[in-house]
């Protein structure tokens, strides 16, 4: 390796505040080997080590991530056993293994929902409370443990992550680097570097050429022997789901080797299955690319294998919102796959309408509605036994209760709902679908919400959290309804149990701290802002609400710096470049004050306070003449007579300090 390389590479474990560097280097053994004895050789006291491999082939989605906290774990379990139940859920995630050991803490009704009763699946976005839930794991045990210590993380084929992996990774260097003082080299293949920056914020790239390691051949077995290894490990695993999932790559490595399509059929859809039932989706899509074509061919009888791997690449499409790809699969191998078969083509063309009426910008809701009709005769036409006919009926009745909630028909909605509660009891067990018993509530105390009934919402949103307890999500949202109630102890307790119940989410933070600074509480108000904001940047709700708090406390270089923010994010933000315009006026600078109120009268011409606020500003300018033009349009937009009033006078004085100045200059 060049000598300049090492140097830029010490320079950057050496800094105080450590960045990520990319270094764009042929992959190999020889590339793993020489990355290895980088970390070792400056391996110290006060730094540590990790050599991590990030090939999705070889890790999964948590490639490189798994390998991290496996080798963290015997000490966190040792000394911080609190850790490890606080962050159970995040863990088996990432080591499947674990699930013999430890118990997840809280399962809702869609974790523990059978796949025949599974009818909720998480959205995309739910996926990265895994990520910064192991952040925030990662981050008690350092500043617990090694609080000083560097550590410099090699993340071997960076290039070749998944989507979780790369999050993880990106994510823990936003939040952490500084903090933590953390160093990541990512080694990746020449020419693929500028594809990598984009997940950072503060990226240097650099290219090796040579590197100081004898190259080593790696051993590749033979077909035969990795077909023989392959059978002895489906021998091991046998019918044990958790044995698969964490034998998983290895297996489909092995028959990949073999040269055994036909054998991948089964791991591959394992795979996709159970990581879109996580609501990895796009790391799910990576095992089911392909995946349908293969079937057609090495099990072209198994009509029912084949259906399943559609459906499971359209949830994963819908779940990230590719509508487009999932028309195309919906209307192009869906309706070969369905056929004639009623059951099919119902639940195919529900899932249209769902893409119709819920995903499609814009919504085309009579498409939608079409839809569920033409599936309604399905059902009608498949001779189902009672329950799963009362339950299909049921389940198509809500979609269009979705719509008619869409097209502001609310009360028909809620009567849909209610309906088909009452049918689900009568023809149910009590403890069938009791998942979607629930939803149904839930979408009753949504729709009251939507329309302001919120006693009624709160009443829903509770029937539904007595059915799902663990399901954070219900809390946060009561919580919201009890704070436009003004119940705000009872909103603050619903948002605290939100925050025990889940991975951490920004919304629910950003909402505690609207409902503190309502309180009064601005210090613990801008505490729970900044943790929104930690976890999402330049939200803006988080944004504003720091600032008023900010502003409140007379923070005022915080305040217009979180208004700026704002403002930055959300030009349109009329609100945020006023308040920075009276923080401009307060701290004298007059100009910069008035600049901003001409903004914010731009993007909201009808708000009187605002042309107050401007004729003071002007008026203490000297610029008297559009001072009381400013007062007289504040006056002409105001109903209330006490401030008229009190604008009449305003006007008086601009007046008379405008005569004032015109005799002294005479």
């Given at each position: 390796?060049?000598?300049?390389?090492?140097?830029l590479?010490?320079?950057?474990a050496?800094e105080?505040?450590?960045?990520?560097?990319i270094v764009?280097?042929?992959s190999?053994?020889?590339?793993h080997?020489?990355?290895?004895?980088?970390?070792?050789?400056?391996?110290?006291?006060?730094?540590?080590?990790?050599?991590?491999?990030?090939?999705?082939d070889?890790?999964?989605?948590?490639g490189?991530?798994s390998?991290?906290?496996?080798?963290?774990?015997?000490?966190?379990?040792?000394?911080?056993?609190?850790?490890?139940?606080?962050?159970?859920?995040?863990?088996?995630?990432i080591i499947?293994?674990l699930k013999?050991t430890?118990?997840?803490?809280?399962?809702?009704?869609?974790?523990?929902?059978?796949?025949?009763?599974r009818?909720?699946n998480?959205?995309?976005?739910?996926?990265f409370?895994?990520?910064?839930?192991?952040?925030?794991?990662?981050?008690a045990?350092k500043?617990a443990?090694?609080p000083?210590?560097?550590?410099l993380?090699?993340?071997?084929e960076?290039?070749?992550?998944?989507?979780?992996?790369?999050?993880?990774?990106?994510?823990?260097?936003?939040?952490?680097?500084?903090?933590?003082?953390?160093?990541?080299l990512?080694?990746?293949?020449?020419?693929s570097?500028?594809?990598?920056?984009?997940?950072?914020?503060?990226?240097?790239?650099?290219?090796?050429?040579?590197?100081?390691t004898?190259?080593?051949?790696?051993?590749?077995?033979?077909?035969?022997?990795?077909e023989?290894?392959?059978?002895?490990?489906?021998?091991?695993?046998?019918?044990?789901?958790?044995?698969m999932?964490?034998?998983?790559?290895?297996?489909?490595?092995?028959?990949s080797?073999?040269?055994?399509p036909?054998?991948l059929?089964?791991?591959?859809?394992?795979?996709?299955?159970?990581y879109?039932?996580?609501?990895?989706?796009?790391?799910?899509?990576?095992?089911?690319?392909g995946?349908?074509?293969?079937?057609?061919?090495y099990a072209?009888?198994?009509v029912?294998?084949?259906?399943?791997?559609?459906?499971?690449?359209?949830?994963?499409?819908?779940?990230?919102?590719?509508?487009?790809a999932?028309?195309?699969?919906?209307?192009?191998e869906?309706?070969?796959?369905?056929?004639?078969?009623?059951?099919?083509?119902?639940?195919?063309?529900?899932?249209?309408?769902?893409?119709?009426?819920?995903?499609?910008?814009?919504?085309d809701?009579n498409?939608?509605?079409?839809?569920?009709?033409?599936?309604?005769?399905?059902?009608?036409?498949?001779n189902?036994?009672n329950g799963?006919?009362h339950?299909?009926?049921?389940?198509?009745?809500?979609g269009?209760a979705?719509i008619?909630?869409?097209?502001?028909?609310?009360?028909?909605?809620i009567?849909?709902?209610?309906?088909?509660?009452?049918?689900?009891?009568?023809?149910?067990?009590?403890d069938?679908?009791?998942?979607?018993?629930?939803?149904?509530?839930?979408?009753?105390?949504?729709?009251?919400?939507?329309?302001?009934?919120?006693?009624?919402?709160?009443?829903?949103?509770?029937f539904?959290?007595?059915m799902d307890?663990?399901y954070?999500?219900?809390?946060?949202e009561r919580?919201?309804?009890?704070?436009?109630?003004g119940?705000?102890q009872?909103?603050?307790?619903?948002y605290?149990?939100?925050?025990?119940?889940?991975?951490p989410?920004?919304?629910?933070?950003?909402?505690?701290?609207?409902?503190?600074?309502?309180?009064?509480?601005?210090?613990e108000?801008?505490?729970t802002?900044?943790?929104?904001?930690?976890?999402?940047?330049?939200?803006?709700?988080?944004?504003?609400?720091?600032?008023?708090?900010?502003?409140?406390?007379?923070?005022?270089?915080?305040?217009?710096?979180?208004?700026?923010?704002?403002?930055t994010?959300?030009?349109t933000?009329?609100?945020?470049?006023?308040?920075?315009?009276?923080?401009y006026?307060?701290?004298?600078?007059?100009?910069?004050?008035?600049?901003?109120l001409?903004?914010?009268?731009?993007?909201?011409?009808?708000?009187?306070?605002?042309?107050?606020?401007?004729?003071?500003?002007?008026?203490?300018?000297?610029?008297?003449?559009?001072?009381?033009?400013d007062?007289?349009?504040a006056?002409?937009?105001?109903?209330i007579?006490?401030?008229?009033?009190?604008?009449?006078?305003?006007l008086?004085?601009?007046?008379?300090?405008?005569?004032?100045?015109q005799?002294?200059g005479?």
């Open positions: 390796m060049a000598v300049t390389t090492l140097l590479l010490d320079k950057f050496a105080s505040s450590p960045q990520t560097l764009e280097v042929p190999g053994l020889a590339r080997r020489w990355l290895e004895q980088f970390l070792e050789a400056r391996s110290a006291p006060q730094s540590r080590g990790f050599c991590l491999s990030c090939d999705f070889s890790g999964g989605p948590w490189g991530v390998a991290l906290f496996a080798e963290l774990l015997p000490a966190i379990q040792k000394l911080r056993p609190d850790l490890i139940e606080r962050h159970s859920f995040e863990l088996v995630c499947p293994e013999r430890l118990t997840v803490r809280n399962p809702n009704l869609t974790d523990l929902a059978s796949p025949e009763e009818t909720r998480y959205p995309a976005d739910r996926a409370r895994v990520v910064h839930g192991l952040i925030d794991l990662l981050d045990w500043v443990t090694e000083e210590s560097q550590w993380i090699g993340c071997d960076f290039d070749l992550a998944g989507a979780m992996s790369r999050c993880f990774f990106a994510e823990l260097m936003r939040r952490g680097a500084g903090k933590l003082h953390l160093f990541l990512a080694m990746v293949e020449p020419g570097g500028n594809a990598q920056r984009s997940s950072f914020n503060s990226v240097v790239t650099t290219k090796l050429r040579d590197i100081d004898p190259l080593e051949t790696k051993s590749v077995i033979g077909k035969a022997e990795a023989a290894l392959a059978i002895e490990l489906e021998e091991k695993i046998g019918d044990d789901r958790l044995e999932q964490i034998h998983l790559q290895e297996l489909i490595r092995l028959w080797l073999a040269e055994r036909d054998k059929l089964k791991p591959r859809f394992f795979a996709l299955e159970t879109d039932t996580q609501g990895l989706y796009q790391d799910a899509l990576g095992y089911g690319r995946l349908l074509e293969t079937a057609r061919e072209p009888d198994d029912q294998f084949q259906w399943k791997i559609l459906l499971k690449l359209l949830t994963s499409h819908i779940g990230l919102q590719n509508v487009e999932s028309f195309a699969l919906a209307k192009g869906g309706m070969r796959l369905a056929g004639d078969n009623y059951a099919r083509r119902a639940y195919l063309f529900h899932l249209v309408a769902m893409l119709y009426a819920r995903f499609s910008k814009p919504r809701l498409r939608g509605e079409e839809y569920l009709n033409l599936a309604l005769e399905a059902i009608e036409s498949a189902l036994e799963k006919y339950f299909q009926y049921v389940f198509n009745r809500n269009l979705m008619r909630n869409f097209q502001g028909r609310f009360e028909d909605a009567e849909l709902c209610r309906t088909d509660i009452v049918r689900l009891n009568q023809h149910l067990a009590p069938e679908h009791r998942l979607y018993r629930s939803i149904l509530l839930y979408n009753i105390a949504q729709v009251y919400f939507a329309i302001g009934a919120n006693e009624e919402a709160v009443k829903y949103y509770s539904t959290i007595e307890p663990n954070s999500e219900y809390y946060n919580g919201n309804t009890l704070l436009r109630l119940r705000l009872e909103a603050l307790e619903d605290l149990r939100a925050v025990e119940l889940s991975p989410y920004f919304e629910v933070f950003a909402n505690i701290g609207q409902c503190c600074r309502r309180m009064g509480r601005m210090s108000a801008i505490e802002y900044s943790r929104a904001l930690d976890l999402q940047p330049n939200h803006l709700l988080a944004l504003l609400g720091r600032g008023k708090a900010n502003e409140e406390l007379g923070n005022r270089d915080a305040a217009i710096a979180d208004y700026t923010a704002a403002f994010q959300d030009s933000q009329w609100e945020a470049v006023a308040s920075r315009g009276v923080l006026y307060e701290a004298g600078e007059l100009e910069a004050s008035l600049i901003d001409n903004t914010a009268i731009k993007l909201k011409p009808d708000n009187a306070d605002l042309y107050h606020n401007r004729s003071v500003v002007l008026a203490d300018l000297g610029r008297y003449h559009p001072a009381e033009e007062i007289e349009a006056m002409h937009m105001t109903q007579e006490q401030d008229k009033l009190a604008l009449q006078t305003l008086d004085s601009v007046r008379e300090r405008s005569h004032a100045g005799g002294m005479s």
